[in-house]
């Protein structure tokens, strides 16, 4: 379906209302005058951080997924003590699970004795329920409330590879920006800090006043997301609907819903350049094998998928029209989207978009593109050819390809397999065979170890429910305590002020 071009006389009305739609799927206004630079891989993040902490005179503010207990760690840490040392306020908020290493060794105590302020998000307890697959999952550094880091990078050595063994760094990438946005920037830090604890005291909340030098002329949104929110979920649906050419993707652990997918179907089957980007050999194996079960239906719709050649490819980054870019930490997949606290940084400028559409096609060089092959439309590896990314337009479909392929053996989606089987969705191709096979078998052995060892579904099942039925056990018991002890209280005089709204709040509560 061609996408028709608004009359001019409606151009104005659609941008205000295409604005309205993003700040509110967001929950982030637009605020212009930033400087935004765009950083690539640990060789220009790491040294942009290190040298910014160094020359920290009034505070460091970071909230990171994982700190690590290696090389990079130690520098990183080593850097924080001394700067706190030197009477810096350093506060440093990091994942329980993500930092469990360092957390349960004795890897803080320099910085705590320093002075620095240390917090783990969401340590494991007895009361946390379900909500402890809830991770902060942000890479956020806040230099002197003004100077702000936000990417897709950790604190730990494996972003800089191997070289020893030949092994290249990870892929991934980053921004640093200063201008107004920093104060969103301290207001989502200060937000992470007091779900752990007491709040940062007023006097850090607010960025000292702005030099003329960092301001900038970049439009963009913090999107600061936190459980349950799905605020990026929103963003990204509604861009794969508002681009009108290319959209093009980047994700380390691609498990797209079945919603955005079909998002990402319809804006290719609209002629938009739809490309995904994911690595081939992750870190976390299994999730590169799940990302392989969604290629084919996006195959079919015209969405074109490359695999990353090198080690890893751990970017969280997407371009549309290059107009709109977006780089952070949340991956597509529920867990960022639904679980996590993340960190996303959307930029509406057309210089930036296209540096990072430009570099999206310079990662495809290094990749390596799956299609269908041919009349079997089975999905195959095939070399990019280069000339095909250098143009905004989508090539005329390429030719078939023709051998068996890693990632063609594990395209089959499970719950595909299962929609053709029991409810006969489509039609289903030879070459699909043994794919079938296997997830058949998979199921068939699952079956046999539950009716053989039923503990090992039943006992992390009752886990979960003790602990879950637990924590809302607490929760209610806490409830009526509460209640409880307001009613033996004496009723405060009434505020002229207290609205209707709150009123109601309160009287559905107490019922
Ligand atoms: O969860 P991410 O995207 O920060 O990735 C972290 C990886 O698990 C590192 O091994």
Same mark, same amino acid.
Not at 33 to 54: C, H, K, M, R, T
Not at 143 to 150: K, L
């Given at each position: ?7 001019? =006389?409606?151009?104005?009305?659609? &941008?205000?209302?295409?604005?309205? /739609?993003?700040? #509110?799927?967001? +929950?982030?206004? %637009?605020? !212009? ?122 604190? =730990?050595?494996?972003?800089?590879? &191997?070289?020893?063994?030949?092994? /290249?760094?990870? #892929?991934?990438? +980053?921004?640093? %920006?200063? !201008? ?134 751990? /970017? ?196």
């Amino acid at each position: 379906m061609p996408i028709p071009s608004p009359a001019p =006389s409606n151009q104005d009305l659609i &941008r205000h209302l295409a604005e309205q /739609a993003l700040s #509110r799927s967001a +929950g982030a206004p %637009l605020v !212009g005058g930033n400087q935004v630079e765009l950083l690539y891989d640990s060789v220009e993040n790491f040294p942009a951080w290190e040298q910014a902490i160094a020359s920290s005179q009034d505070s460091v503010f970071i909230e990171m997924y994982i700190f690590a207990n290696d090389a990079f760690g130690l520098r990183m840490r080593d850097l924080l003590t001394e700067r706190a040392l030197a009477g810096v306020k350093v506060c440093v908020l990091y994942d329980w699970l993500g930092s469990w290493k360092a957390h349960l060794g004795s890897f803080f105590k320099p910085l705590l004795a320093a002075g620095a302020e240390l917090r783990a998000y969401n340590p494991p307890s007895l009361t946390s329920g379900l909500s402890m697959l809830g991770r902060n999952h942000r890479k956020l550094i806040v230099i002197d409330r003004r100077t702000v880091f936000v990417s897709g990078l950790c604190i =730990s050595s494996s972003w800089e590879g &191997r070289p020893e063994r030949g092994l /290249a760094p990870w #892929r991934d990438t +980053g921004v640093k %920006l200063c !201008g107004p946005l920093a104060a969103d920037a301290l207001a989502a830090f200060a937000d992470s800090w007091a779900s752990c604890g007491s709040p940062l005291p007023e006097a850090w909340l607010s960025p000292p006043p702005e030099p003329e030098e960092a301001r900038g002329s970049v439009a963009a949104r913090l999107i600061a997301t936190t459980p349950a929110t799905a605020q990026m979920m929103r963003l990204d649906l509604l861009i794969a609907c508002f681009a009108r050419r290319t959209l093009w993707l980047t994700d380390a652990y691609f498990m797209g819903t079945s919603m955005y997918l079909t998002a990402l179907k319809q804006a290719a089957r609209d002629g938009v350049d739809v490309r995904l980007l994911v690595p081939r050999s992750s870190d976390i194996g299994w999730i590169a094998t799940v990302s392989r079960t969604q290629y084919r239906p996006l195959l079919e719709a015209g969405v074109r998928v490359f695999e990353w050649d090198g080690p890893m490819i751990h /970017a969280k980054t997407a371009v549309a029209d290059g107009r709109w870019a977006r780089i952070g930490s949340t991956n597509l997949n529920l867990s960022s989207w639904l679980a996590n606290r993340e960190l996303d940084v959307a930029v509406e400028d057309q210089a930036l978009a296209e540096k990072l559409a430009q570099q999206f096609l310079l990662d495809l060089d290094h990749s390596t593109e799956v299609i269908l092959a041919g009349q079997r439309r089975r999905p195959t590896l095939t070399k990019p050819r280069p000339k095909d990314y250098h143009g905004l337009l989508l090539p005329p479909r390429t030719a078939a390809i023709s051998g068996a392929s890693a990632a063609a053996r594990q395209a089959a989606r499970i719950g595909d397999a299962l929609g053709v089987v029991v409810r006969g969705t489509r039609t289903v191709d030879a070459s699909e065979a043994s794919a079938f096979l296997t997830i058949g078998v998979a199921l068939l052995i699952c079956a046999g170890l539950i009716a053989f060892f039923p503990w090992l579904v039943a006992g992390p099942l009752l886990f979960l429910l003790l602990l879950s039925g637990g924590a809302i056990v607490a929760k209610a018991c806490g409830l009526y305590w509460s209640r409880r002890g307001k009613k033996q209280q004496p009723p405060l005089p009434r505020q002229p002020s207290q609205d209707a709204d709150k009123d109601n709040q309160n009287s559905q509560l107490d019922d």
